[in-house]
């Protein structure tokens, strides 16, 4: 095989020109297995939609009275306090676990390390139960000298940590445990070089932390936290076992009296499905703020030679 001008080839058996070949059309590969794909899953739309419309048993006058009722919004208003209240000390005791975990301190490290092996080793469901029963194993909480006593100040136990005290606790002290290794991941991704380049300026250790480490790991820790808040905003459902009035809670109130059980649920549904949106959004916002200058911009298009 010889080459005799650019864009031809010659061969033993012909010619071939590239060149002209570069002037046909192009056809696009034929992808039947996509074609069935969408033909069924465009079946399966509209079965579902069907379905949807036609069926009684989803009682969607009933979804419809029900969605806006005071009680459902008692539940929802109490299901996005309890997300907040447990976030907020999810991640502050997160925080602190983290950097203990980081410690040099085999001891400091060690306590850190198995607070996060207990919370993460035993279910959430079983941790509410434990905050709900407290009373059972700690009649009265108080002051005093350990031990031997006495006490000087005595609080009953049921007082002090109500139901939803008890929710706020086994949330937020679960959530600490998950967003401590989500925070050392994110301050582990800080190249070392900024650390020491701060202290050499003369910043202290918990001013290097808080003004050159934390704001440079917010890329890595916003993802998996939104995350985490998306997540928390559906776990606390888990709170009906103790009583708590949530959504979900007051939901099963509303249906035990009028037998409409899937209605209901799917009122409850609908809101979840909204709140998690909202907070999904802003969860992109807050994504793209924290990680400007991690995007490589694109590169210009090469001018063509004259």
């Known amino acids: 095989m010889t080459s005799t001008s650019p864009g031809t080839v010659t061969e033993d058996h012909g010619r071939i020109d590239y060149l002209a070949m570069s002037g046909l059309p192009v056809l696009k590969r034929r992808r039947p297995g996509q074609v069935v ?25 009933t979804v419809g009275k029900y969605l806006f009722d005071t009680r459902i919004l008692a539940g929802l208003l109490l299901t996005l306090e309890l997300t907040i209240i447990a976030e907020i000390i999810g991640f502050a005791v ?15 490290s060690g306590v850190a390390g ?8 035993t279910p959430l469901l079983v941790q509410l139960l434990f905050w709900g029963f407290a009373a059972a194993l700690f009649p009265t909480i108080g002051i ?12 009953n136990t049921n007082d002090v940590i109500s139901l939803m005290g008890a929710a706020i606790l086994g949330l937020g002290l679960n959530e600490a445990a998950y967003t401590a ?9 800080v190249p070392p070089g900024q650390t020491e380049a701060s202290r050499a300026m003369g910043f202290s250790h918990l001013r290097t932390l808080w003004y050159v480490v934390i704001p440079q790991s917010m890329k890595v ?14 776990t606390t459902s888990l709170v009906i076992v103790i009583g708590v009035g949530d959504l979900l809670y007051n939901a099963q109130q509303i ?10 649920l799917i009122v409850a549904s609908i809101w979840y499905i909204a709140l998690t949106s909202v ?18 911009p694109a590169k210009p298009a090469k001018k063509e030679a004259r």
Not at 37 to 61: C, D, E, H, R, Y
Not at 221 to 234: A, D, E, R
């Open 37 to 61: 794909s969408v033909i069924v899953i465009a079946f399966l739309i509209i079965l579902m939609a069907g379905t949807l419309m036609t069926n009684p048993g989803f009682g969607w006058p």
């Open 114 to 121: 198995a607070y996060i092996w207990f919370f993460r080793g």
């Open 144 to 155: 005093g000298i350990p031990f031997i006593g006495p006490n000087f100040v005595e609080w």
């Open 279 to 296: 907070l999904s959004w802003f969860q992109s916002r807050l994504e793209k703020k924290y990680s400007k200058g991690t995007v490589r």
């Open 221 to 234: 820790i916003i993802p998996p936290i939104g995350n985490n808040v998306i997540s928390m905003l559906k």
């Open 255 to 264: 249906y035990a009296q009028n037998l409409k059980q899937i209605p209901l």
């Open 181 to 189: 290794e989500i925070i050392r991941a994110g301050l582990l991704s």
């Open 94 to 108: 997160g925080m602190v676990l983290a950097v203990m975990r980081m410690s040099p301190n085999r001891l400091i």
